[in-house]
């Protein structure tokens, strides 16, 4: 369910002529002259304006009549509509630690620029950069279990030590010597069907969640290590337990959160923050209605920073935001991200047995610790 009904016909005519990404999978163009119906970022030749309506959904597309394009696979999820993502993505999962080059890719019979586009597109990130993060997980992994950073070296396929320093400090905002020590908090890596992300917690609340290809997750990483005097590698209880809740959410069971949270913000952001809770699952809220709920109809971009501000994503769900007309809008995640989050939701929100619960939830959510961040980096090092 959607807050917003579709805008006029004439603004979403422009998001085809444009290609607009920010409305694909939420609303679709029905071409009378022909009979089918595509996504607003179809390849295709653009139809006439007087040929299109628009619909909000592919049940809506179907009933009326129109058949799905054969260009833009309009009844396929986005990235498994591209061959060459699918087929990619598929022999990524199956070898992991394989080190690809652009001549494999074209040796799979795929163009590597068309690639570079296609996977930046979907994922914002290139395809071989895609395949760099799972190395360096691998890598990740060796050093929590307390081995040497040679062996993660060579766990993750880098042939020299500094090219996987590199690697990894472009995903951590460090070297692996800064987070192999003892310290309060605890990075490691928790796999969802959306990607890996990396969590952080101490051995009471959860201080971050974030997809591993979020570009600010490494300047994320360097404010968190020095506010605690360091970040070492393994897993405490806060993230096992939100491994678990990961785990219901995507399996669309649960939209639950119960892990304990610190929360480093001021008053107002933090205040954003419990109000995003209290979205339900399968909803969405705009900036200017979010502004409103909190009492403060007026700071719609203080309300839209303390979003972006956001690095504990699912748990406080910041995807739930979009824009005014109801589109969607800019995700850390990725738009793809975004929309798929919000396809979920909707199918959970369905699901009878957390209903009553879930319900109970939003009207008074948990309160998540927020102690420990805004305590000075010797006492978070000291409790």
């Known amino acids: 369910m959607t807050l917003f009904p579709l805008p006029p016909d004439d603004v979403l005519y422009d998001a085809l002529l444009a290609r607009d990404p920010g409305w694909d999978g939420r609303a679709y163009v029905c071409v009378a002259s022909t009979g089918i119906f595509c996504r607003l ?57 394989r080190r690809w080059s652009e001549a494999d890719v074209a040796a799979m019979g795929f163009d ?27 890598g990740m992994t060796e050093i929590a ?39 309060l908090l605890r990075a490691d890596w928790i796999d969802t069907p959306l990607g890996p992300m990396v969590a952080v917690a101490d051995a009471h609340a959860l201080h971050l969640l974030e997809f591993a290809d979020r570009r600010a997750l490494p300047s994320e990483l ?43 913000g001021s008053p107002f952001t933090r205040m954003v923050w ?23 109809p007026t700071a719609v971009r203080a309300v839209a920073r303390a979003n972006g501000a956001n690095r504990i994503a699912l748990v406080i769900p910041c995807h739930r935001v979009i824009g005014a007309d109801g589109s969607l809008t800019g995700y850390g995640g990725g738009l793809w991200r975004k929309q798929a989050l919000i396809d979920l939701e909707r199918r959970l929100q369905q699901h009878q047995p957390d209903q009553e ?27």
């Open 145 to 183: 279990r307390g081995g040497r950073v040679i062996d993660a070296q060579l766990e993750a396929g880098f042939d020299s030590p500094s090219a996987f320093r590199a690697a990894f400090a472009r995903l951590m905002g460090g070297s692996p010597a800064e987070f192999a020590g003892d310290a």
């Open 41 to 97: 970022t179809c390849p295709a030749r653009k139809p006439l304006r007087a040929n299109c309506s628009f619909r909000a959904t592919v049940a809506e597309c179907l009933d009326a009549g129109f058949r799905p394009c054969r260009r833009c696979h309009p009844l396929a999820p986005e990235a498994g509509a591209d061959p060459a993502i699918a087929t990619l993505t598929e022999a990524l999962e199956a070898d992991p630690a």
């Open 222 to 264: 360097a404010v968190l290590r020095r506010q605690a005097g360091g970040i070492g590698l393994g897993r405490t209880a806060p993230m096992e337990q939100v491994a678990g809740e990961l785990d219901r959410f995507f399996a669309a069971r649960s939209a639950r959160f119960e892990v304990p949270l610190a929360l480093a």
């Open 274 to 296: 419990q109000e995003l809770r209290r979205i339900p699952a399968g909803e969405t809220r705009s900036y200017a209605a979010l502004a409103q709920s909190i009492g403060r």
């Open 357 to 383: 619960g879930d319900a109970a939830h939003r009207r008074h959510p948990r309160q998540p610790q927020q102690h420990e961040p805004a305590q000075p980096a010797q006492d978070l090092r000291h409790q």
């Open 112 to 138: 590597p620029s068309t690639v570079r586009r296609a996977f930046r597109r979907q994922f914002g990130i290139t395809f071989l950069d895609m395949a760099r993060l799972r190395r360096v997980q691998a």
